[in-house]
């Protein structure tokens, strides 16, 4: 194994080693099979002095990427013969899966380490671990060894599948072990995964992100666009399928580059192909970037009956300068020209999106630009933050003269607009009935379901958990701006 602590120590560690700026090139990466043999056989941890199984504790921070991830990190430890925790004092192994696009979720991680301290005190057997966008930065990798040198593992986004062998070296090591690939070496498949949902399902079908956009440090943790084989996706869909689950999100950080790499197949192919799986209920996608977004896309979207009528489609400002500061590649023009291209296509669709205020340089006239935008496509919701600088991005360098307080103010403002549109949309499905795929209980209330209707949008409303995995129709009677409560009007089993 690779020990990068050396490296690290000497500043010799390059940040970005390895990565490719620019588009596309044919995938280099190699397709291999997880030897599941190897980690019974190598890995397989035994059992506690009283008897006991080992327990792991995974904390996730970030995206659906991550919360994948954690999935796949968790059928591992579960084949090393480990058994889950729910709590940090029973756990042996408790690991950070972290994120790394905004600074205040790193700033969390850093003191929830801190605070787990003291259970080393008390479990001299305890390892604690950091993995995910986190492990990627030199700067973190520093920040672990010099001051909290009682992390006992750190592996990087590339080096998921080697778990079990990291984890084994820490057990005999004084000293962390730290192994971070710059650059993915392989794309491995069939892990073993444990999905935390019995309903929904998440399907990689690309990793990593060549848009380099100049706020997002996630080119540089998660690497170039790879495109897993269409094959090896449907394999895995078609499985879910067998197995029940009714909703399926296929994911990538920028889904309609989907195959580029690969050169044999396009995103809109690819959903025509999932569509086409004899069984299958919904499928979903994100996320999708406005730059690529193809008629052909669009046009699949609209036709594939088991494709959901929601795009989630960032657009980050609405002002063209700071488009172009960005890095974002697409105008203000474009992407109003694409919704309406979009609507009309799929005319129930909805849209979401994400939006950063305060990006340097940014003015109020600029910012009114944002919310004019706003105003104008009637997004279904957003998902709004203050940007934040990422080390080693290129817009860190950008001079900034926005207030921190004048940042927040346009987070209120613009927050302000889209809640008032958000409950105005959600107000216009007053007395409608629609379709929900029931979820689970509510957490608060075991006499309320939740669910999605194919929109996603979140729906409440008093049943039995015998409908969960079941669409049924719901009259809506009470919407609010992130919910719409009401109540079922007939039930209708679906024949998987
Ligand atoms: N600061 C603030 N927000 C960011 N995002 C990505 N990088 C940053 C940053 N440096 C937001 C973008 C992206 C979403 C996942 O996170 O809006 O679409
Ligand atoms: Fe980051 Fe831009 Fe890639 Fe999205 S498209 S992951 S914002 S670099």
Same mark, same amino acid.
């Given at each position: ?76 430890? !579960? ?36 605070? !787990? ?17 986190? #492990? ?6 520093? /920040? ?30 004084? $000293?962390?072990? /730290? ?51 269409? $094959? ?35 995103? #809109? ?43 989630? !489609? ?114 216009? !499905? ?67």
């Amino acid at each position: 194994m690779e020990n990068l602590v050396k490296l690290a120590r000497e500043g010799r560690l390059e940040q970005g080693l390895g990565l490719t700026f620019g588009t596309h090139r044919p995938n280099p990466v190699e397709r291999v099979a997880y030897d599941i043999e190897e980690l019974v056989r190598d890995y397989r941890v035994g059992r506690r002095a009283d008897g006991s199984p080992y327990r792991f504790l995974i904390k996730t921070y970030g995206c659906q990427m991550n919360e994948h991830d954690t999935e796949v990190m968790a059928g591992l430890l !579960l084949a090393m013969g480990y058994e889950q925790s729910d709590s940090d004092e029973f756990a042996d192994f408790i690991l950070f899966n972290t994120c790394a696009v905004r600074e205040n979720a790193e700033a969390k991680v850093f003191g929830e380490i801190g605070r !787990l301290r003291p259970l080393k005190a008390k479990n001299p057997e305890l390892l604690l671990g950091l993995c995910g966008c986190m #492990a990627q930065e030199q700067g973190v990798q520093k /920040m672990v060894l010099e001051k909290f040198p009682w992390v006992d593992v750190v592996f990087g986004t590339h080096n998921i599948h080697r778990l079990p062998a990291i984890l084994t070296a820490a057990k005999q090591s004084q $000293e962390t072990v /730290m192994e971070v690939w710059e650059k993915a070496a392989e794309t491995v498949e069939d892990i073993p995964k444990v999905r935390k949902d019995s309903v929904r399902a998440w399907v990689n079908i690309q990793y990593g992100c060549n848009k380099f956009c100049t706020y997002c440090i996630v080119p540089y943790t998660r690497g170039r666009e790879r495109s897993r084989e269409p $094959e090896d996706v449907i394999k895995e869909v078609r499985e879910l399928v067998a197995a029940g689950y009714k909703e399926i999100t296929l994911l990538g950080q920028n889904v309609n580059d989907y195959g580029v790499d690969l050169g044999t197949i396009t995103f #809109a192919q690819l959903l025509r192909a999932v569509n086409d799986i004899e069984g299958i209920d919904r499928i979903r996608f994100t996320t999708s970037n406005p730059w690529n977004f193809t008629d052909d896309l669009i046009a699949a979207i609209a036709e594939c009956e088991h494709v959901v009528e929601h795009i989630h !489609l960032p657009v980050q400002s609405g002002n063209n300068e700071i488009l172009r500061r960005m890095n974002r590649t697409h105008t203000r023009e474009y992407y109003l020209q694409l919704v309406n291209k979009i609507r009309k296509a799929i005319p129930n669709v909805s849209l979401t999106t994400d939006i950063i205020v305060g990006f340097p340089g940014e003015t109020e006239a600029a910012f009114q630009d944002t919310l004019s935008l706003v105003r104008e496509v009637q997004f279904d919701n957003a998902f709004t933050f203050i940007y934040s600088p990422r080390e080693n991005t290129p817009a860190a360098k950008f001079a900034d003269e926005v207030t921190l307080e004048e940042k927040k103010d346009r987070l209120r403002r613009l927050n302000d607009v889209q809640y008032q549109i958000s409950l105005a949309r959600n107000q216009a !499905l007053k007395g409608r009935v629609v379709e929900v795929l029931v979820e689970g209980e509510s957490k608060t209330n075991r006499e309320v379901l939740t669910g999605r209707t194919r929109t996603n949008h979140l729906v409440l409303f008093p049943g039995d958990i015998s409908l969960k995995g079941q669409h049924v129709d719901v009259e809506i009677t009470h919407p609010q701006t992130f919910l719409l409560k009401g109540q079922c009007v007939y039930r209708e089993e679906v024949v998987s």
